[in-house]
């Protein structure tokens, strides 16, 4: 399997774990108090960063730096979007869609050429 698709899965299943671990006790844990509540995140995070190391250890032998980090926020937004649709019934709107096309153009500047400058 290629690098670049070993990095990606790896950070969708982490973004999986750190999407729950950041966002899911706001539905589930409201009425903990957020010690108790950070604590549970930190244990779900652990998680998060045993997949989301050997993701950027794994991507950074392909990848520049830069191109890793914007892999990583269009991965994040695509897992995150559904997880505010479907799990914290978030009302799907268009800046959704304005923030992917913002994306979208990222990934094209980082992906572009292999020079900082686009030469």
């Known amino acids: 399997m290629p690098a670049v698709l ?3 899965l790896l950070l969708v299943c982490s973004n999986l774990f750190m999407t ?3 966002y899911g006790h706001l539905r589930v844990l409201a ?3 957020w010690f108790v509540v950070a604590l549970i995140a930190w244990g779900i995070a652990f998680f998060e960063y045993q997949l989301q190391v050997p993701a950027n250890r794994i991507g ?3 990848m520049s ?3 890793l980090k ?3 926020e269009c991965i ?5 979007i559904p997880f505010a649709v479907l799990y914290m ?4 709107n268009w800046n959704f869609l304005w923030a992917g096309l913002c994306i979208v153009g990222a990934v094209f500047f980082a992906f572009r050429g292999e020079h900082p400058c686009g030469d």
């Not at 994040?76 to 995150?80: K, R």
């Open 76 to 80: 994040s937004l695509l897992v995150f």
């Open 6 to 8: 070993q990095a990606a």
């Open 60 to 62: 950074y032998t392909v």
């Open 89 to 92: 019934r978030a009302p799907l």
């Open 31 to 33: 009425g903990r108090p």
């Open 20 to 22: 729950y671990a950041w």
């Open 70 to 72: 914007i892999l990583q």
């Open 65 to 67: 730096l830069q191109q």
